[in-house]
DNA sequence: CGACGCTTTGACAAACTTCAATCCCCGTGG
DNA sequence: CCACGGGGATTGAAGTTTGTCAAAGCGTCG
């Protein structure tokens, strides 16, 4: 198999990754109950299992001694989380909201799918993180508040695809992926209302009312 | 094989890449030269080829509509970079001063190694740059201007390990590496240098005088 | 020596944060 | 059913950090 093939597939099962990994881990595993706020698994500790949302909505985060804190990503159903390459969590990932979450031993895994099928499972959720850490580095280093804003709640409804989009998360945990304060994400939440770029029904809920200007906002 | 030994042996050969890598990559592909500021490949090309540093330094960039540039990383000697599992580069490669590149078409390595010592390079390539990009989340996220440069002076440091630490960037470079500005990145470092913390030299060059008291100020 | 590019410094402006007060939504209990 | 209470969200005012603009310094290379 040449090289091009295999990076070719490697795409393909990208797009399939939901279906595959729940063929895949289907049946496998435990399912666990996390209440809000509870912690699925620390930061630095050993990671021998894989996990997989079947509902709620999961973050990662990372805090620094002071007790600042950057959330690395959200998880929202049938995504897979804490795929750690070199078997240390590097982030701690806790349940946003309460959830119920596939718990599969990776050695397990591993056993029944076999080498290819779990390497290309372990290999595309990495490659998602990767990519998703570093559109976050470019939101991060060089967008300014109201870009950073715009791009989330942009990225939010791309996801979800529906036309009222719910915000699972408060304004702390928005601030704290975005590396901003509540204060500030909610005064360009109003910002974006003013200028009917988008509406909010309630804190959680919001629909876009005109979606090339808030492409534009999110550069 | 089961999952415990598969992640043992990734994290091994995390520590003997770069042993590991020329030993596979060694007489293959072509070796390139590039001048300073020249392009090596550009953001959403095709990526076939993988890339290794022989001499000089590598730093990746996206670039904003605007001009705004966010710096990936920087790769040095024996490091490798513009592995993309995806088959298209996310960032853009430039060198960062006259560079010696070894160039090697990937479907080329992948025949020549074999599935397996292939998926292992890849992999341990795509795993380095998920570190490097998390660590950057918190610093881009959660640090303050101080606090970025002493990260960043430390790492330099940790990486190469020598009393007097040459930077090979300039500080527009490393000001699109933190975040910051120019400015902001030249105060910061004579603060650190009426604090005792670090001596330069020259401009391109400094030494620690106070390690602990850096790793304290970078958190 | 002089010109050019990069860095440093200063003064000021803008962006964002902090602190504090108020508001609003929602659930609870009278 | 309505008053009450609490947590999160919004708003305002003031403060801090960082960015911007401009000038001066420094080093290097013709």
Redesign the interface.
């Known amino acids: ?4 093939q ?3 597939e ?2 393909r099962l ?1 797009g399939e990754t939901k279906a595959a990994s729940s063929d895949i881990m289907m049946g496998m595993g435990v399912r666990m109950s996390f209440a809000k706020d509870e912690e699925i698994y620390g930061q630095d500790e050993d990671a ?1 299992l894989i996990y997989r949302v079947i509902s709620g909505v999961v973050r990662t985060t ?1 805090i ?3 007790g ?3 959330i ?1 990503g959200f998880y929202y159903s049938d995504e897979m989380f804490g795929v750690e ?3 240390r969590h ?2 701690s990932a806790e349940a946003l909201c309460d959830c119920s979450i596939l718990v599969v ?7 029944v799918a076999g ?1 290819g099928a ?2 290309r499972l372990t ?1 595309a959720a ?2 998602r ?3 998703r ?2 559109d ?3 939101l ?3 967008k300014t508040a109201a870009e950073r804003v715009a791009s989330f709640l942009l990225d939010l409804s791309t996801r979800r695809a529906t036309e009222a989009v719910t915000l699972p998360m408060g304004r702390q945990d928005m601030a ?1 992926y ?2 901003l304060t509540i204060e500030t994400v909610s005064r360009m939440l109003t910002q974006l209302q003013s200028a009917m770029v988008v509406e909010f029904a309630s804190t959680r809920s919001f629909r876009i009312c005109n979606r090339s200007a808030l492409v534009r906002m999110a ?1």
Chains 1, 2 share one sequence.
């Open positions: 198999m040449t090289q091009t295999s990076l070719d490697a795409t990208r021998d990372r620094m001694s002071d600042r804190r950057q690395g390459p070199d078997g590097r982030f031993k990776a050695s397990a895994l591993h056993a080498d779990f390497g290999w990495t490659n993180e990767l990519d850490a570093q976050h580095l470019l991060l280093g060089r704290d975005l590396g550069q």
